[in-house]
């Protein structure tokens, strides 16, 4: 009886022990699960932050190309303008100097008009005239004189009154030159106020993409930076995972030690965890039902994102994440259940995410994001068990699970191990 007694209490002893660690570890993981809910929360704000500054920048950037090709158009107008301006000036210039010279012409025409004058009013009278006439020392010279008597004043006169009408035409032309000049000139003004707005809209927007852009490498370098002490955090997460593995075999270890050195050795005890149990559609161990696992989900089912390494945010690829197993995504009222006969191994509870690991003998698989737990830590459960209720999502309104599946310290691809 006290041999009975003594060996009860050395596995009891061995138990509590190794309990106590793992009680301890699990706070650990849960303190650093809370971490990871945080910062995943802060990655979720940024990126949506980073989206839409790209957005911004990309609106910011076509509507510079649009004002850029406005500013293009109403350069080439004030070229055209500017040309049209100094053909004008330049025809002006032309008629300024035609006027100056037939005004000139005019001048000398009216000088001799006075002289002309003057010689009519000396010959005014009839025997003035008759005496010019018959004064001339021959008869075609008295011809002359008398020819000049009657055409000399109208032919001054004609002259005077053709050039005003020349002069009257240019001015005519030359007012109207003007008139165009000054339209011309005061669209140049418009069109050269058009320009400086355009240019100062552009400025205004080049400041504005600048800015964007600044903003957008920021939040992509805290981005970066979150998803580096994510990263890190599940790192560390996976130690203590690795910790509480290696706990389990001290433990198991010690207690094997302990019955041997209480005499026991020989009699052997019943294993830990068995590999050969199973549902009706498997048999033999969970290496032997690769394959033919099943989901891990009830109802319908969608895999939102697979295994290995993906970009945080779709189209960009600089920002990669790893969440080491599959995303999937239910129905409403979707529950996690057991894919093999296993053991609950931990139950932890973050704050933001419930997880539970099952322990199948050298594997474990990870449900992740429930709403509550209906196992409890150490439980033996069976394939197809249902472990609780999954957390609906709260950007894409559906439960939806993260899965993943170890051969201890090494990840798994769930997708080469489950009936897909």
């Not at 004058?117 to 008398?146: E, G, H, P, W």
């Not at 008597?149 to 009154?161: D, F, I, S, V």
Request: aromatic share 6%.
């Amino acid at each position: 009886m006290n041999r009975i007694l003594k060996i009860l209490t050395v596995a009891f002893l061995a138990f509590f022990l190794s309990f106590s660690g793992i009680s301890a570890q699990s706070a650990s993981v849960k303190k650093m699960r809370e971490q990871a809910g945080t910062l995943r929360k802060e990655i979720t704000e940024k990126e949506k932050i980073l989206l839409s500054s790209q957005k911004d920048v990309k609106s910011r950037l076509n509507n510079l190309d649009i004002i850029n090709a406005q500013i293009k158009e109403v350069k080439t107008l004030i070229g055209l303008l500017q040309n049209e301006v100094k053909a004008i000036e330049n025809e002006i210039t032309l008629y300024d100097r035609e006027i100056e010279r037939q005004e000139k012409i005019v001048e000398q025409s009216r000088m001799q008009y006075a002289e002309a004058l003057r010689r009519a009013r000396k010959y005014s009278n009839f025997q003035s005239k008759i005496a010019f006439i018959f004064s001339a020392d021959d008869f075609n010279t008295m011809v002359r004189r008398y020819r000049y008597t009657g055409e000399y004043m109208n032919a001054h006169k004609r002259l005077a009154e053709s050039l005003k009408l020349q002069i009257a035409t240019l001015e005519v032309k030359r007012a109207g030159l003007q008139a165009t000049h000054l339209l011309k000139k005061q669209s140049l003004k418009e069109q050269d106020a058009e320009r400086a707005k355009l240019q100062s809209l552009e400025r205004e927007q080049r400041k504005i993409v600048e800015s964007l852009k600044r903003e957008s490498k920021q939040v992509e370098r805290e981005l970066k930076k979150k998803r580096a002490d994510l990263q890190k955090l599940n790192k560390a997460i996976d130690r203590e995972i690795e910790r509480i593995i290696a706990e389990e075999k001290a433990a198991k270890k010690r207690a094997e030690e302990a019955k041997k050195s209480s005499g026991s050795s020989t009699k052997k005890g019943t294993p830990e965890y068995k590999e050969d149990a199973g549902i009706a559609a498997m048999s033999g161990s969970f290496l032997n039902n690769k394959k033919k696992l099943p989901i891990p989900i009830t109802g319908p089912y969608l895999v939102v994102e697979g295994y290995g390494v993906k970009n945080a945010i779709s189209g960009k690829g600089n920002v990669p994440i790893n969440t080491g197993g599959i995303t999937f995504e239910g129905s409403k009222g979707a529950q996690a259940r057991c894919i093999f006969d296993g053991k609950v191994t931990a139950v932890l509870d973050t704050g933001n995410y419930i997880f539970v690991l099952v322990r199948h003998g050298k594997y474990i698989s990870v449900y992740c994001n429930l709403a509550n737990v209906r196992v409890s830590g150490g439980e033996n459960i069976k394939a197809g068990d249902i472990i609780g209720d999954i957390a609906v999502d709260a950007k894409e309104g559906n439960p939806r699970m993260l899965f993943q599946l170890r051969e201890e310290k090494k990840k798994l691809n769930p997708a080469e191990w489950l009936k897909m």
